[in-house]
């Protein structure tokens, strides 16, 4: 009886033994996240939107542990969020129309400009040394295959003048404006839209783009900007408004960036992440069997055949590891030339190894060349 609770009892030891097998293999998974105002209330943001991107890296690892407990390391989180940005908008305190007289003075005989930087080089002969902020209304001639007249802003800040984009009269036209100016503010920021769209739609704009606009109202001139020393009278102001695309459509900037920043589980817990996880397709293959036919003829020649990587050490077709990282080194960069030291890869591709099946490594870019992790 004693024998025989011995070899057929209950042993401690083996729920133990599951529990370090739970520890050593933890859940891997995947998530596309936007927060919630729920998510935002939880962290004490209560305007729904973080100060900064660090802070928010600092915040979202901690909501990611309580919203994914059991999952562990190699997991990732694709998390959205907003972080406010503000865009102070201006009115115009200086109108100025280049003369004939500016134009010679900078040696420009035929009374207009005809390159980007002699704008620059206007601004600051004639203000050398300009307020913070100051914001100017130029109007001026600009020759691009034939002259013709703007009225662009300029605004100063941190050192140096930022480009606003303004309107033409014609342009003006097209909005459906009788005058040089829109009505109101709410006119304009149902029409500024519209024409965006049109404006930019031979050029290559991305979501979350935004672009800094002048227009004009005819309101009371409470600033006297027209000198004439009265602040009673009627005269034109400009304004800067902000406007965000949104991948099809434009509209007004409320001050809110939409961000997304990838996080990954190092076993410990969630941090800020630049993996990415990237499957082989049958191109890639291709690819990596036509780029070393020469050098390793038959294996490059197999994978390109079967599709997948002979992985048996006894095999005349076999992909040893430094054979491996150099057919990652050759795919990644001619994927993602441009991708900065310290970008990770994560790479699943089609092995064989007595059968089909995945296998999984990791690189990082390292010195200019992809390393294994």
């Known amino acids: 009886m004693i024998l025989g609770l011995t070899f057929t009892g209950c042993n401690p ?3 133990i033994y599951e529990d370090i097998d739970a520890i050593e293999s933890p859940i891997v998974g995947d998530v ?27 915040l979202i690892p901690g909501l990611l542990a309580d919203k994914f407990p059991v999952w562990g390391l190699g997991s990732s989180a694709l998390i959205t969020f907003k972080i406010y940005s503000p865009k102070r908008e201006e009115k115009s305190i200086i109108r100025y129309t280049v003369s004939s007289d500016d134009y010679a003075a900078l040696g420009h005989t035929f009374g207009n400009f005809d390159r980007e930087s002699e704008l620059y080089e ?15 209304s130029l109007t001026y ?5 034939s002259t013709n007249e ?20 014609d342009e003006y036209s097209e909005m459906g404006e009788g005058f040089p100016n829109f009505s109101n503010e709410d006119e304009a920021i149902a029409k500024i839209p ?27 001139d409470v600033d006297d900007i027209d000198g004439d020393g009265r602040t009673d009278d009627r005269t034109t102001y400009s304004y800067v408004k902000y406007f965000i695309f949104d991948g099809s459509a434009w509209s007004e900037y409320s001050d809110v960036l939409s961000t997304t920043i990838q996080f990954g589980h190092d076993g410990t817990t969630w941090v800020p992440d630049n993996t990415i ?21 038959g294996p490059a020649d197999n994978v390109g055949f079967f599709g997948s990587f002979d992985r048996r050490p006894s ?55 992809w390393v294994y992790q």
Request: negative net charge; proline residues 2%; without cysteine.
């Open 141 to 145: 001639d600009y020759y691009d295959g």
């Open 194 to 220: 519209v024409f965006l769209k049109d404006k930019f739609k031979y050029e290559t704009t991305e979501a979350g783009d935004i672009v800094a606009t002048m227009y004009k109202l005819f309101v009371t």
């Open 277 to 297: 996880k990237y499957t082989f397709t049958g191109d890639d293959v291709a690819f990596i069997s036509n780029a070393f036919i020469t050098t390793y003829p």
């Open 32 to 58: 596309n996240y936007e927060l919630t105002d729920e998510d935002y209330d939880d962290l004490d943001k209560s305007f729904g939107n973080f100060d900064s991107e660090d802070e928010a890296k600092t």
């Open 122 to 136: 206007f601004l600051e002969y004639k203000y050398p040394d300009p307020a913070d902020r100051v914001l100017v």
């Open 150 to 169: 703007y009225n662009n802003g300029f605004l100063y800040i941190n050192g140096a003048w930022e480009f606003i984009l303004g309107f033409t009269d």
């Open 315 to 369: 095999s005349s077709n076999y992909w040893t590891d430094d054979m491996l990282l150099e057919a990652f080194n050759a795919l990644l960069d001619n994927k993602n030339p441009g991708a900065e030291e310290g970008q990770k890869y994560v790479l699943t591709y089609v092995i064989y190894n007595g059968s089909t099946t995945n296998e999984t490594k990791s690189v990082i870019k390292t010195d200019g060349v």
């Open 13 to 15: 030891l083996d729920d």
